[in-house]
């Protein structure tokens, strides 16, 4: 059994990279040495030294050493995967700032797909989300420079600034007519309340995790509490456009719907190593039915709390296939107070399946279909781990499915005032001279066919159950 303190962005182990007559030292953090391996590895680092002598001496213009120490840092880190990435010290102070749930930007999760940057996930209630910013979406431009080869952490530098200040971003959009479009996103503090709850129906509870931070575990059970308070029957957990975050935090909500000693997770190195996770909890929480949400946007912690509730049978998974980033990054502080963001391990769920591209697989797949115009091309644009440049290999997984022919989600759009007047799937939502126009809220519920279904799934399960039904209310 693992210690519990153990995280993604967390570990014990640094890195200096330097160069002195040729050699690269690694240091941890008492500063004991750690040669590289192999007379290889001292002979290509010999070369290296060769072409930085060579550039300083007879470039034809006089050259910033720091600058090309870091860009041969960051051509090093571009030939792994995806998730590693090199952060000089600006970045690697406000990682951790972000873990916290609060610092400044636009709210939004990116990676790389051909070359391109491309959204995985807009974070709930921030300005990007709030501004349309859809996961699928490829950003062109920041401020009028082209995003082409530029690396997730230099586009994180330029999209972050000044509370109150105005960054443009240049989008294309697949399948909604693929011309490029300028939005205006004004930055602000991001704080991200990480969990929020409410009684949808009678009975049925609403436990939305936006992000995994050090307090979602803590939050998360709280929230549970007041439901529990108000005669919960059935739970609708919602992970759809969650990207992740700490490790801790998804053992700590798993735990919540989990008898004690139950695995959760297990991460596995290249040492072969494991490391696992269980529930430690004095109570699992009762044994009211659960229904999980996800999509393509529910990556990384997210995966791992529904394929551990799904392999465990606590829940029905109900949505589309999840992003399938199945890895582990390690943060290691260097010797500048920089940082390196590394690829580590994989993870598995409890049934030791690898998630790795092929993402979580709902039990009931319901493609999310506020209007029925999805577009074929709109559903090939979502972003999922398979699809970014440099991805990890599952190779538990077989041939990759083709994305042309496994279910997708459309990403939930956050309902604007000129789109009231599409049809919901229930009822109306402009109101009458006998009922009033419902609330943004409950409108936003009518609307959500994904949520619908789950609340349908609790309701049936009470009366499979052959327990007294839910209370319906008019329109349910």
Known sequence: MTNRTKRFGGATLGILFALLLGCLIGYTLDDKPVMAEGNATTDHLAVFSEVLAHIQNKYVEEVDVEQLIDGAVNGMIATLDPHSSYMKKESYTELKVDTKGEF???????????????????????????????????????????????TVTEAVDKMR????????????????DSKPFDVVITRDIIKIKSVRAKMIEPGIGYLRVTQFQERTGIEAREKLDELR????????????????????????????????????????????????YYA???????????????????ASASEIVSGALQDLGRAVIVGTVTFGK????????????????????????PSGRSIQNTGITPDIVVEYSPD????????????REKDLDGHLPNPDAGTEPDSETEPEAKPEPKPKPETKSEAPTIGEVGGTADEPALTSEEEEYLRDNQLQEAVDLLKGWRILQGKQPLLVTAGG
């Open 326 to 349: 199945g890895s582990v990054q390690t943060i290691l502080p260097l010797s500048d107070e920089s940082g390196l963001r590394l690829t580590t391990a994989k993870y598995y769920t």
């Open 104 to 150: 400044g930007g636009l709210g939004i999760q990116i990676s790389v797909r051909d070359h391109k940057l491309v959204v995985i996930s807009p974070i709930e209630d921030t300005p990007a989300f709030r501004e349309g910013i859809k996961a699928g979406d490829q950003i062109l431009k920041v401020d009028g420079e082209a995003t082409q080869d530029m």
């Open 280 to 298: 430690h909890s004095a109570d699992s929480g009762g044994d009211y039915p659960i229904v999980v949400l996800v999509n393509n946007g529910s």
């Open 372 to 383: 029925k115009d999805i577009s074929k091309e709109r559903k090939q644009a979502l972003t």
């Open 161 to 176: 600034g000044p509370k109150g200040s105005d960054v443009t971003l240049t989008i294309v959009r697949d399948g909604e």
């Open 229 to 276: 308070k108000e005669s919960l029957q059935g739970l609708v957990l919602d992970l759809r456009n969650n990207p992740g975050g700490l490790l801790t935090a998804a053992v700590e909500v798993s735990e919540l719907f989990l008898d004690d000693g139950k695995m959760v997770v297990y991460i596995q190195g290249r040492d072969g190593k494991r490391d696992e």
